[in-house]
C-alpha cells in the first residue's frame, strides 16, 4: 500500500493523488526520481532509496518525475507532470529534451553587480513561464552591493507582481527571506548564470547538507567507485530543491506562451495597434511604438522581446522541421520495408 505521508516530505501534492485508482494505491509503490544515469534512475519512497533500470520500453523519465512500481520494482507508468522544463538539446542534434519536472517555484538567480541584467532575467522569466511554475527573482550578493534596494526596484519595475528577494546566499539569516516561498510540500529549482551564486544558495538552504535523500556509491565502468550527484535535495526544514546540470544551459523553444506572460505589458499595449498582425518594428499606428516615445516602455524591454520571439521562432521552426522530416522518413522506411516484404512474397 502506497504511504503517502512518506511521500509529503519528497514533494508529493494531491494534483498526483488524484491520478491512482484504488487498485493501484493498494497494490503499487509510488516512488521519485532524484537521479537519472545512463542505465538507470534512482529513486526514492520517502524512506528508502533503490535503482530502476532503463529498459529500450522506458519512456522518457526525468528528476523530479513520479513512478508508480510494481512489487518487483518494474515500471508501471510515470504520473501526468505538473510542470515541465524542457530545451533543445545541445550541438548540431534539433530535438527537444525533458530536463526536469513537477518543480512549483523556479528561483531565478541574478548577482547584484557588473553582471546584472533585465534581458537576462526576462530571458528566464519567459522560461520558466511557460514550464508552469512559478518565478521568484532572487538576487545574490547584497552584502557586496552598496544600494540593493535599486536592484530590487529595477526588476521590480518588469512587471510589479513579481516576487523579488534580495539576499546574501552566503548568510542563513538573509536566506530566510525565501523561506516564505518554499513550501513544505513544494519543489524548487534554482536556474541562472554562471557564478550569480546557485550552489552557494543551496549549500546554505540545506546547511552544507546534500545528501538527504540517502547516499549511493555506484561503481563506473572502470570499477571505481564514485559517488554521484545528486539532483533531488530535501531540505531540513521542509521542500525539496531540484538542481540538475541541464537545468543550468536551458534555451528557449516553443515558449510562446512564456513570452506572452512575461512581456503581457507589450501584448495588452499591442491591442491598440493600427494593424491587427502589427509587428511593432515600423508600421504606422504601432500603439507600442508610441508607448516607447512616451517612455512608457523601455526600447530596451521592446528589444528584448523582439530577440527572444525570433530566436524562440528559429528554435521552434527548426524543431518543427525536423519532426515533420522523421514522420516522412517513417513512412519511407515502412513503405520500403513492407514492398521488399511483397517481393520477397511474404
Ligand atoms: N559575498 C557573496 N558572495 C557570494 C554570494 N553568492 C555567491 N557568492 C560567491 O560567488 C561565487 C560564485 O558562486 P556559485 O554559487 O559557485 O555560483 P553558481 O551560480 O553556482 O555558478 P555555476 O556553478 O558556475 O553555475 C562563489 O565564490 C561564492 O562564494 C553572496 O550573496 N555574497
Ligand atoms: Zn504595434
Request: aromatic fraction near 6%; charge should be neutral.
Amino acid at each position: 500500500m502506497i504511504n503517502y505521508s512518506l511521500l509529503l516530505k519528497l514533494g508529493w501534492k494531491p494534483f498526483f493523488q488524484q491520478q491512482l485508482t484504488i487498485e493501484e494505491y493498494e497494490t503499487s509503490l509510488c516512488v521519485r526520481v532524484v537521479e537519472q544515469h545512463r542505465s538507470e534512475l534512482v529513486v526514492s519512497n520517502g524512506q528508502d532509496v533503490f535503482k530502476v533500470p532503463i529498459l529500450k520500453s522506458t519512456p522518457e523519465i526525468v528528476v523530479g518525475d513520479w513512478l508508480l512500481l510494481d512489487h518487483e520494482n518494474r515500471l508501471l507508468r510515470v504520473l501526468d507532470r505538473k510542470s515541465k522544463f524542457e530545451r533543445k538539446s545541445a550541438g548540431t542534434k534539433i530535438q527537444k529534451q525533458l530536463i526536469a519536472s513537477n518543480i512549483d517555484t523556479a528561483f531565478i538567480v541574478s548577482s547584484m553587480n557588473d553582471d546584472f541584467n533585465l534581458s537576462r532575467i526576462e530571458r528566464y522569466l519567459a522560461l520558466v513561464h511557460s514550464s508552469e511554475a512559478d518565478a521568484v527573482i532572487v538576487l545574490t550578493k547584497s552584502d557586496l552591493c552598496e544600494e540593493p534596494s535599486r536592484f530590487v526596484a529595477d526588476v521590480q519595475n518588469l512587471d510589479p507582481l513579481l516576487s523579488v528577494v534580495a539576499v546574501n546566499a552566503l548568510d542563513t539569516e538573509s536566506i530566510s527571506a525565501l523561506s516564505s516561498f518554499i513550501k513544505t510540500t513544494d519543489t524548487v529549482c534554482v536556474i541562472g548564470s554562471s557564478g550569480v551564486g546557485k550552489s552557494t544558495l543551496i549549500n546554505t538552504l540545506t546547511n552544507g547538507n546534500m545528501l538527504a535523500t540517502g547516499s549511493i556509491r555506484e561503481d563506473d565502468s572502470k570499477g571505481r567507485h564514485t559517488t554521484t550527484h545528486r539532483s533531488l535535495i530535501l531540505l531540513n526544514s521542509g521542500g525539496v530543491i531540484i538542481d540538475t546540470p541541464g537545468m543550468r544551459e536551458i534555451k528557449i523553444t516553443d515558449s510562446e506562451e512564456g513570452i506572452s506572460k512575461t512581456f503581457h505589458d507589450i501584448e495588452k499595449l499591442s491591442e491598440n495597434c493600427r494593424y491587427k498582425d502589427c509587428q511593432h518594428q515600423q508600421e504606422p499606428g504601432c500603439a507600442v511604438k508610441q508607448a516607447v516615445i512616451q517612455g512608457k516602455l523601455d526600447q530596451r524591454r521592446l528589444d528584448n522581446f523582439h530577440k527572444l520571439v525570433r530566436e524562440n521562432d528559429l528554435n521552434s521552426a527548426t524543431l518543427a522541421q525536423k519532426r515533420a522530416k522523421d514522420k516522412s522518413l517513417g513512412r519511407f522506411y515502412k513503405k520500403t520495408l513492407s514492398e521488399s516484404h511483397k517481393l520477397k512474397g511474404r
